[in-house]
T-cell receptor, first 116, second 113 residues
Framework: AQTVTQSQPEMSVQEAETVTLSCTYD???????LFWYKQPPSRQMILVIR??????QNATENRFSVNFQKAAKSFSLKISDSQLGDTAMYFC?????????????FGKGTLLTVNP | ETGVTQTPRHLVMGMTNKKSLKCEQH?????MYWYKQSAKKPLELMFV???????ENNSVPSRFSPECPNSSHLFLHLHTLQPEDSALYLC????????????FGPGTRLTVL
């Protein structure tokens, strides 16, 4: 079974500052995908960013970027210029396999609070 | 917001009841998913439907029975549930593959008494 560890249950950051959420995982696959999902309070879960393991370049989506360390099996999320609307639960989720034989595993999440 | 709706939003049921959760997507997607989000456990992928065919069942107990009559609708039929089944049940849809961006509904908060 795949193991996903988000070691920071809760974090807080001041508005406009930068914060990094950590995620480590365990997989025996060489090619897989990694996702960060965001779940704001009382709102729907949305995809923040996606990384394909075979790509060496770290994914970036506006203020969100990842630091993907394949050998270390680490996939951290950096949020720059934090905004109040970034307050949410953040989930790391590796995906491995393909066809009808695959596994998508979510971490327990990190609750991020952005303070004004 | 995201084109995925779920009804009801809240449901309280007894252990002997039979109820159904409904999910509808208006995004023209071909894949739909059921997830379970418990208070103390990570999000779990329960069922995957791709082009109306079930492709994944992560060892979910038979008291949960999914139905996908077409690519836009997904149901989760519930019967003889246990109190530990109380959770937020999320529906999501995606273009085709599990790795495609998934769009989530607001969820149904289920309480089993």
């Amino acid at each position: 079974a795949q193991t996903v560890t988000q070691s920071q249950p809760e974090m807080s950051v001041q508005e406009a500052e930068t914060v990094t959420l950590s995620c480590t995982y365990d997989t025996s696959e060489n090619n897989y995908y990694l996702f960060w999902y965001k779940q704001p309070p009382s709102r729907q879960m949305i995809l923040v960013i996606r990384q394909e393991a075979y790509k060496q370049q770290n994914a970036t989506e506006n203020r969100f970027s990842v630091n993907f360390q394949k050998a270390a099996k680490s996939f951290s999320l950096k949020i720059s210029d934090s905004q109040l609307g970034d307050t949410a639960m953040y989930f790391c989720a590796p995906f491995e396999g393909g066809g009808s034989n695959y596994k998508l595993t979510f971490g327990k999440g990190t609750l991020l609070t952005v303070n004004p | 917001e995201t084109g995925v709706t779920q009804t009801p939003r809240h449901l309280v049921m007894g252990m002997t009841n039979k109820k159904s959760l409904k999910c509808e997507q208006h995004l023209g997607h071909n894949a739909m998913y059921w997830y379970k989000q418990s208070a103390k456990k990570p999000l779990e992928l329960m069922f995957v439907y791709n082009f109306k065919e079930q492709t994944e069942n992560n060892s979910v107990p038979s008291r949960f029975s999914p139905e996908c009559p077409n690519s836009s609708h997904l149901f989760l039929h519930l019967h003889t549930l246990q109190p530990e089944d109380s959770a937020l049940y999320l529906c999501a849809s995606g273009r085709e593959r599990v790795t495609d961006t998934q769009y989530f509904g607001p969820g149904t908060r289920l309480t089993v008494l």
